[in-house]
């Protein structure tokens, strides 16, 4: 059976959550401190870095978690290929650690800024849209996803702008589709500023890999997402409309919502044996 | 010449003492990192033509008076006049500093708003905000030795040097000797610089 450690960070408050959201399809998950022996990680197929305020983000947001051992350890996982999954402030840690983009090993070479909004400061916390593109991570972190599918997702984050002062990373970035999630309307149009851009990021980047494809900082929430019941009953389109129509139905609440698809690629990618899929709609 | 409000904890600073912690451990051998201290920099520029003398009783006032900029239940403050505050800032006897900004820049909108509409002054035109990072390091030698704790404490390059900024999201300006106000005051007011290398 596939295995992942979910990472528990003093701070981070999405631990389980995310554990749910793995074993639902059928990847074992460990919520594994921060302190264990770095050792014991060898012993996982994948890490996650769920969400939260590592460190109550003192200096900046992800800032102090990337220097522990047990991230330096990953990334050393990560160099063999197993896969990494940084999520809101888990995006944070990987980006502060170097392990994204990673076009320059070693290198801190992008930051996650506070939100950019006019008139508009601080912490966000709504549903946005996100449109997988062409890259190398797609195969593990959108496999399910056809190419022209929006998915809206909860976000909530208050330093979440992917930014890079470096012209050339960002050339990469753009370049070779590391950009993997991007924020769109929600018809699929690009998001071309505030509210379906909520925050200013480069290339209205809202998840970007590695060049290998197996690291992934994700700034919106999936595992918020993972079942047809996390979504609001008052979201437009076809999740909103299969939201409430489950109204009533254990079953299709139980279904998956908007951001298993991103679990079961993984699942996919990890060979997972999938469980019995409850009903409700996929995308 | 602008008004300058300083601002500091005066309860411990978990998030300097964190980073105190974290930056121990990034330091070569033989080298110390004794203190760390975080201060909020908030700058009150003067329209064009006007002198920050006019505005700054009733800023004075504002700052005694509201919870904009301080809450003496937990923080202490100096607010510098413009024809006092001397030349230059100068770091505190043994200590060196690492001045802060966004890269996206620096003018604080929303408090202008607030204070305007609350406490009216005549000649501001911007607030614009940064941090400073105040270091007490020590070398082999006893001296600070900033040049050599600079990389493990300043900009961060790598998970193993750098940590008290990031240069893709900020700007920032090194304080190992007195600085000049004017200098200050550009290095917040002008656009930041494209470069990843130090102001």
Known sequence: MARAAVIQIPGVNCEYESARALERVGIEASILRFNEPASVLSEFDAFVLPGGFAFQDRIRAGAVAAKLPTIERIGQEAERGKVVLGVCNGAQVLVEAGLVPGIHPGRVELALAPNLAPRRQGYLCRWIHVRAGEGPGRATFAAPLPADRVVPLPMAHGEGRFLTADPEVLRIVDDEGLALFRYVAPDGTPALGYPDDPNGAMLQAAGITNRAGNVLALMPHPERAAVLKHVPLDLAGPWGEARRAGVGSFSALEGPGPGGFLFESLALRLGAAPRAAAPGRRG | ?199
């Open chain 2, 1 to 199: 010449m602008s008004a300058v409000l300083l601002v500091r904890l005066k309860i411990p600073d978990l998030t300097a003492l964190t980073a105190l912690d974290a930056g121990r451990k990034l330091l070569p051998q033989g080298y110390e990192l004794t203190r760390l201290v975080r201060e909020e920099l908030v700058l009150f520029e003067p329209s064009p033509g006007v002198s920050a003398g006019e505005f700054e009783p009733a800023l004075a006032h504002a700052v005694e008076t509201s919870n904009f900029f301080v809450n003496p239940n937990k923080e202490r403050y100096r607010l510098l006049r413009a024809a006092e505050r001397g030349p230059a800032l100068v770091p505190a006897e043994g200590s060196w500093g690492i001045l802060a900004r966004s890269r996206s820049g620096t003018e604080d909108l929303g408090l202008l708003d607030r204070l305007m509409r609350e406490h009216p002054l005549r000649g501001l035109r911007s607030i614009r905000r940064a941090r400073i990072w105040w270091l007490w390091t020590r070398g082999p030698e006893g001296d600070t030795d900033a040049d050599r704790c600079y990389p493990a404490l300043g900009p961060v390059k790598s998970t193993a040097s750098g940590l008290l900024v990031n240069p893709h999201s900020e700007g920032w300006l090194r304080l190992d000797s007195p600085v000049s106000w004017s200098r200050i005051e550009a290095f917040l007011a002008e656009p930041a610089s494209a470069a990843l290398e130090p102001a």
